[in-house]
């Protein structure tokens, strides 16, 4: 087979340990020119130099093994040399989260990125204090720590929408868990041993509200929409970044790829 050939075992010892997302094809024997903040990184940041090794991937063609041919001060060269491993369908998860400040929303990005999250959907409800996001530094955010995590994908980072806005388009076959404070909220783990039969393949959501929580209008509109469940995360009152993570490492543990024969996945098309 031509295509299992070009993988390479999976040797963390010989593997490069420095990875790389390429926003452009990867093939054998192919090449890249890289320039601006890539370059710097390289040559600045990690220090490296021409002839060092790197592990590419760009969410499609899976990882390849590439080196530097040439590393100059504003431009590179990368030889792509051969495949590490072939791309896999991951988890098909969003988080639906109210937009919180700068700092803490940086770190809420990174972390669902290492948790594996397909898609980031920042969405403005009544009592969202920051009605704004920043998509291109949160995308790069979630490129670094993409490659960082090992993961061969890098989630969709889309703009900020109203909750009416995000609920009119969103689709009827993607379960919705609603994390809120309510008194028909489940436990979570209760709420996804619930579904942990019948809907591993299904695609699914986490949404957060704001700080403030959801308005009580919201909070009845989201109640009554069929593909919600509206779980709760214990009794302590929790930030909304921590209550995304926590919501986030629960559906992985019960439904995701933390499971010990992790599901079938479609991959996702965002």
């Given at each position: ?8 075992p ?76 072939e ?6 998860l ?49 490129i ?22 995000l ?30 039969s ?25 109640m ?13 009152i ?22 010990s ?8 098309q965002?």
């Open positions: 087979d031509a295509m299992k050939s070009e993988v390479e999976r040797d963390g010892k010989s593997q490069p340990r420095t990875r790389l997302y390429i926003d452009a094809p990867l093939t054998a024997n192919g090449g890249l020119a890289l320039d601006g903040d890539r370059v710097h990184y390289l040559r600045n940041v990690l220090r490296l130099q021409t002839g060092a090794a790197l592990r590419l991937f760009n969410g499609r063609d899976g990882e390849w093994r590439g080196r530097i041919a040439r590393l100059a001060k504003g431009a590179a060269d990368i030889a792509v040399e051969a495949r590490l491993r791309q896999a369908a991951e988890c098909d969003w988080l639906a989260f109210a937009p919180i400040k700068r700092t803490r929303i940086d770190t809420l990005v990174e972390k669902a990125t290492e948790l594996g999250v397909a898609a980031l959907r920042p969405v403005v409800t009544q009592h969202t204090a920051v009605e704004r996001t920043n998509s291109e530094r949160l995308r790069a955010i979630a670094s720590a993409s490659e960082q995590s090992g993961r061969l994908s890098v989630p969709a980072v889309h703009e900020a929408v109203t909750l009416e806005k609920l009119a388009d969103w689709p009827a076959n993607r379960h919705l868990l609603l994390c809120a404070e309510a008194g028909s909220a489940r436990p979570i783990a209760e709420a996804l041993m619930s579904h942990s019948k809907d591993l393949a299904a695609p699914w959501a986490v949404m957060i509200g704001p700080e403030g929580g959801f308005a009580p209008g919201e909070l009845d509109g989201l009554k929409l069929p593909f919600v469940s509206a779980v709760g995360l214990g009794p302590r929790l930030r909304a970044d921590t209550a995304a993570l926590a919501a986030l490492a629960c559906w992985q543990a019960m439904l995701g790829d933390g499971r024969r992790p599901p079938r996945r479609v991959s996702p965002l």
